[in-house]
């Protein structure tokens, strides 16, 4: 008799299932394997207790995955009914989510956990070159000051050297009280000018350091060789680091500048008119009198200038966080879907597997209900069906009468040899 349709799927099924065992087998084997090198990265501790310890749980894991997914593909494909069936669905999505929460993660810290924490550090490169560039920006904002202080203080000098060679200023020569006070002024405005010359000098050198840190942090993120050493390396620098963009911050001229300009203003003390004559002494203080105006205004335009520069952002204090290669996965995930992917198919590939096999048994009920009953047997099931009849009718029992008084007794427990009462049977298993 030639094999049906369901027959063949049948004989299909039974086929491949040593290939469905293996390939179980192999799966949860893989999912160990990179299990154990993913948590091997977190775990602390001697390296024997870390060894056993990463061999337990990867070994644990490897047996929950080959266990959860043996089950669902035994059980699932024979379930018909609709409740029944919605059941095992959410116990399967219920263990992909353990086995995604146990293993996937482990699997693409693995997978890619170097190349995340290297991400890692690159971000954090880029950061603190960023930091470094605004606190050098702000210690340089003092030096825009400069040209102002000298010209202010080129023309306090030269205003003093006019009046003593030509008495430019009260129209007698000589050096009195006003190119006293001028040479005075323009004193103080070259000391704040120094000050911010030497301030040039130390803010130059610091950012040359933190270049120097910075250039080394990058050849640390892609240098050759394990990422673990370098990382650590890696912070040593950025505490380096840290501490050049506080002194960055900290050597800024423009608190100095804020002072000295008030202490332009506030603190001027004109001499005394020492003129000979009355005349002179009232000529005089009338030059000392503008010359104490012209302070207060220039004092007054660095004090603004000086404000605008304090009231500058500050850079904020960053902290550097080491990462594992795990955590490292997790906050960088969206980077490393490929290396994701790759860790979650392994361990719900069986899933397919498993929907594969409920598709196939479903196909071969069906096609078994639309069958007469007659062509649902093979010959060696109908040759055993003629042995029976043969061996009850050989003892004088009526098979007919048998069958009528154990239905009249147990209908529940009688298989309706008719195929309208078996198709009305199957329809009810399936609500």
């Known amino acids: 008799m030639?094999?049906?349709?369901?027959?063949?799927?049948?004989?299909?099924?039974?086929?491949?299932?040593?290939?469905?065992?293996?390939?179980?087998?192999?799966?949860a084997l893989a999912s160990g394997v990179y299990t154990y090198l993913g948590v091997r990265s977190l775990l602390d501790g001697s390296p024997t207790a870390v060894f056993f310890a990463a061999i337990i749980y990867s070994a644990s894991v490897s047996v929950g995955i080959y266990a959860f997914w043996s089950y669902m593909a035994r059980f699932y494909p024979h379930i018909t009914t609709h409740t029944g069936r919605a059941a095992m669905?959410?116990?399967?999505?219920?263990?992909?989510?353990?086995?995604?929460?146990?293993?996937?993660?482990?699997?693409?810290?693995?997978?890619?956990?170097?190349?995340a924490l290297e991400q890692h550090l690159a971000e954090t490169v880029e950061d603190y070159t960023t930091d470094l560039d605004q606190a050098h920006q702000n210690a340089l904002a003092a030096q825009s000051l400069l040209p102002d202080i000298q010209r202010a203080?080129?023309?306090?000098?030269q205003l003093a050297a006019a009046e003593r060679q030509s008495g430019a200023l009260t129209g007698t020569t000589g050096s009195g009280s006003v190119v006293?006070?001028?040479?005075?002024?323009?004193?103080?405005?070259?000391?704040?000018?120094?000050?911010?010359?030497?301030?040039?000098?130390?803010?130059?050198?610091?950012?040359?350091?933190?270049?120097?840190?910075?250039?080394?942090?990058r050849t640390l993120v892609s240098a050759p060789g394990q990422v673990e050493p370098r990382a650590d390396q890696f912070s040593s620098e950025v505490v380096a680091l840290t501490g050049v963009i506080a002194s960055l911050g900290q050597t800024s001229i423009a608190?100095?500048?804020?002072?000295?300009?008030?202490?332009?203003?506030?603190?001027?003390?004109?001499?005394?008119?020492?003129?000979?004559?009355?005349?002179?002494?009232?000529?005089?203080?009338?030059?000392?009198?503008?010359?104490?105006?012209?302070?207060?205004?220039?004092?007054?335009v660095l004090s603004q200038a000086a404000d605008e520069i304090l009231a500058r952002p500050a850079v904020p204090e960053r902290r550097f966080v080491p990462l594992s290669s795990a955590e490292a996965v997790l906050r960088y995930a969206s980077d490393f879907i490929p290396a994701w992917a790759g860790a979650i198919s392994i361990d719900l590939l069986p899933g397919v597997m498993v929907f594969i096999l409920a598709v196939v048994h479903g196909a071969i009920r069906k096609q078994d209900e639309k069958l007469p009953f007659?062509?649902?047997?093979?010959?060696?099931?109908?040759?055993?069906?003629?042995e029976v009849q043969r061996?009850?009718?050989a003892k004088g029992i009526d098979i007919e009468e048998a069958v009528a008084e154990a239905e009249a007794q147990e209908?529940?427990?009688?298989?309706?040899?008719?195929?309208k009462s078996r198709t009305r049977d199957r329809s009810h298993e399936d609500r």
């Open 2 to 27: 030639a094999l049906g349709a369901s027959q063949r799927l049948s004989d299909g099924v039974a086929a491949v299932e040593t290939m469905t065992r293996f390939a179980l087998a192999v799966l």
């Open 89 to 115: 669905l959410g116990v399967m999505a219920l263990g992909a989510a353990m086995i995604i929460a146990m293993s996937s993660w482990l699997n693409a810290a693995a997978l890619a956990g170097s190349a």
């Open 153 to 157: 203080s080129e023309r306090f000098a």
């Open 180 to 217: 006293a006070l001028l040479s005075q002024m323009s004193a103080q405005l070259k000391e704040l000018e120094n000050g911010i010359n030497a301030s040039r000098e130390q803010v130059a050198n610091l950012f040359n350091d933190g270049q120097k840190r910075l250039e080394t942090m």
């Open 255 to 300: 608190p100095s500048i804020r002072r000295a300009a008030d202490d332009l203003s506030l603190g001027f003390i004109a001499p005394v008119a020492d003129g000979g004559d009355a005349n002179l002494v009232n000529r005089q203080d009338q030059v000392m009198e503008t010359v104490r105006a012209s302070v207060a205004a220039q004092s007054k």
């Open 374 to 386: 007659a062509e649902r047997i093979t010959a060696a099931e109908l040759l055993q069906a003629l």
């Open 391 to 393: 061996a009850v009718s």
């Open 411 to 419: 209908p529940n427990n009688i298989t309706n040899l008719d195929l």
